[in-house]
């Protein structure tokens, strides 16, 4: 795990070494700038040691012409069969990093390198072979690594985190207001966005081509989850061929995601994705995995996941460890929790903490993120199930623009037979309606622009032909999954200098999963039930039996207590004034009255908490 940076258009070394000096908490082990004058580019990257923990593994890394070179983040799991098959072709290896692995393979195949990569990545390309230096910069298949770049006078700047934009000085300290529209629906900024104005993310499963002068040519997309997975279609099977199945790919990519040469470790909850692969880790490496859970003390005994994974760890034979927050200790990081999340977010603080435990016993962590995203473990998934097939028309004179747009977010959930499939799928997620959305930002904030409908984001990912369930899976993954989960997950951890690996999240697998037919995941509002299935032998009946339980935070008790300070002097900044209407800044100030108050003011003291942090204008 590292961050990359650079510059196509300019080979400005001071400009890149700011960048890179902003990522030092992603790769504290090393630091390397490469500027190619003539070419008018720079390359930057800070290592985070993980295999071949030499300074053989120092980048940006050229192949042994030294007319292509690279800058990688990431890792490659399947890099010694590639290796192989690389040295078959009369490539020779000078360390025993996956980074050279990945460099030979563009070399070999160019840009067709993708497809046989298995793993997460984000890694830029300098090539040049031609007459004229092309640059190629590629995101892993469900964006676990994160990559932006900036459009400038100067070039094309690209970057691992958006502080690093902030840090060059090439791009303006104005937040996007479409952003900040999108982040008070979803709790999080949607990609190809960023909260920055000029910055936009690469996408998910994207590529892009850059010529020399920092101009993109070309974007496309190389994978996609429902095309793929439904290539080879699977033929009906029950669901102990499915679980069988499913077991040897599910210890396939345990195995892959446990290669290392530094600690490795787990995040725990104690729920069945989780233990399903602290479980099989355990089976693996023949040895107790040290595993890593947060609790929230102020949520009082039985609302917390401690007790739980507790008993789930001593179940599967795990070394367990556990760190407990309070109010006080939110409030004593709480700078730098904001500067950690690198975008707002309502999410993330849990692995902010989860993450600054672990990092003093591991490198490395397997997660079970994606879980539910796959095998439709969350409660939503049986509702939307529910009013496809109860899909109607809106009635004459209301469109589903007028309810998503005039209705409170809970009513709308139950009017989901009624939207159309985009706004269906929004609503599942949505905080706030767009009528909503006006009624507290300010009129300066309104003024001159007509904001987008959140829900719009959406139409693409409606994909005709898929049963309901597979079409939430799809929205999940491409939506809350990648925005937030796995970006918070990124920043959070990579803040403590630790590598998350989302097991589940191997593309093999997950192609193998989405495939499936629905009744085999899905059954009365029982979701992960070929997952259950196919780990039986190794979760104890009560894990297997547990209910879905969600994630909890005391945003309550923190608003009401140790942050309750920080609150009012957040809400009375000049942010907040030309972010909201006076009456919404009244209303948060308030004591909350409930968990729904509570949600709405931790989401404005976010918003303004980044503005203020990082004095971004509007």
């Known amino acids: 795990m590292c961050g990359i940076a650079g510059i196509i258009g300019s080979a400005d070394e001071k400009t890149l070494g700011r960048m890179v000096d902003a990522l030092r908490h992603r790769g504290p082990d090393d630091r390397g700038t490469k500027c190619f004058p003539e070419h008018k580019a720079a390359l930057g990257h800070c290592r985070l040691s993980i295999i071949d923990l030499s300074a ?42 996956d980074t050279e ?31 004229e230096p092309r640059v190629f910069l590629a995101r892993d298949r469900f964006g676990i690594k994160p990559l932006y770049y900036a459009e400038t006078s100067r070039g094309l700047v690209f970057a691992s985190e958006v502080r690093a934009f902030l840090a060059s000085g090439l791009v303006e300290r104005r937040a996007d207001r479409q952003a900040v529209w999108d982040y008070l629906s979803l ?57 069988r199945n499913l077991r040897a790919r599910l ?23 989780s233990t399903a692969v602290v479980a099989l880790m355990n089976r693996i490496g023949g040895k107790p995995v040290r595993t890593f859970t947060v609790r929230f003390a102020d949520l009082g005994p039985g609302r917390d996941e401690g007790d739980w994974a507790r008993r789930a760890a001593a179940a599967v034979g795990a070394e367990h460890h556990e760190v407990a ?121 309104l003024a001159g622009w007509a904001p987008r409908n959140s829900a719009a984001r ?34 959070m951890s990579m803040a403590h200098s630790l590598e998350v690996r989302p097991v589940l999240l191997d593309h093999v697998l997950a192609e193998f999963a989405f495939a499936l037919p629905a009744e085999l995941k899905l059954d009365r509002g029982v979701g992960k039930l070929v997952l259950r299935r196919a780990v039986r032998d190794l979760l104890p009946d009560e894990v297997q039996t547990r209910p879905k339980v969600g994630f909890e935070f005391p945003f309550h008790s923190w608003l009401a207590g140790a942050l309750r300070e920080r609150l009012r002097d ?46 971004c204008d509007l």
């Open 187 to 243: 709790g999080s900024v949607p990609q190809s966005g960023t909260i920055l104005a000029q910055v936009k993310a690469l996408p998910a499963a994207h590529a892009m081509r850059v010529d020399a002068a920092g101009r993109v040519v070309r974007t496309w997309r190389y994978w996609n989850l429902a095309e793929s997975a439904g290539r080879e279609p699977i033929p009906v099977v029950t669901l102990d061929d499915a679980a």
């Open 325 to 445: 927050v309070t109010a006080t200790d939110v409030a004593a990081h709480w700078d730098r929790i904001i500067e950690a999340l690198d975008q707002p977010s309502i999410d993330g603080v849990n692995t902010f903490f989860v993450s600054k435990a672990a990092a003093g016993a591991v490198t490395v962590a397997l997660s079970g993120c994606g879980g539910d995203e796959l095998f439709a473990g969350y409660p939503h998934f049986e509702s939307y199930r529910r009013a496809a097939g109860r899909a109607t028309r809106v009635p004459a004179g209301l469109t589903a623009r007028d309810v998503t747009g005039r209705l409170p977010a809970a009513v709308r959930r139950r009017l989901l037979p009624l939207l159309a499939p985009a706004e269906r799928l929004h609503a599942v997620r949505s905080l706030a309606s767009e009528a909503q959305k006006r009624h507290l930002l300010s009129g300066e904030f």
């Open 56 to 97: 053989a593994g120092h980048q940006p890394m050229s192949c042994p012409d030294g007319r292509v070179w690279i800058t990688y983040n990431g890792e490659v799991y399947n890099y010694r069969e590639l290796r192989r098959e690389l040295e078959g072709k009369g490539h020779a290896f000078r360390t025993q990093t």
């Open 251 to 273: 210890e396939e990519a345990t195995r892959l995601h446990m290669i290392a040469d530094v600690p490795v470790g787990a995040f725990f909850s104690g729920g069945m994705d």
């Open 570 to 615: 957040t809400l009375a900044g000049q942010a907040a004034k030309a972010v909201f209407r006076s009456g919404w800044l009244t209303r948060c100030a308030r004591p909350p009255r409930s968990d729904r108050d509570a949600g709405e003011a931790w989401r404005t003291l976010i918003l303004l908490g980044w503005l203020e942090r990082t004095r």
């Open 101 to 131: 692995v990945v460099l030979a393979a563009y070399v070999e195949w160019g840009e067709e390198c993708l497809p046989r990569l298995r793993g997460m990545f984000a890694f830029a390309v300098l090539d040049l072979r031609r007459g």
């Open 458 to 491: 959406f139409e693409s990912m409606v994909r005709p032909g898929l049963d309901p369930v597979a079409q939430m899976s799809y929205a999940e993954v491409s939506s809350y999954l990648a925005d937030t989960l796995l970006r918070d997950t990124d920043a």
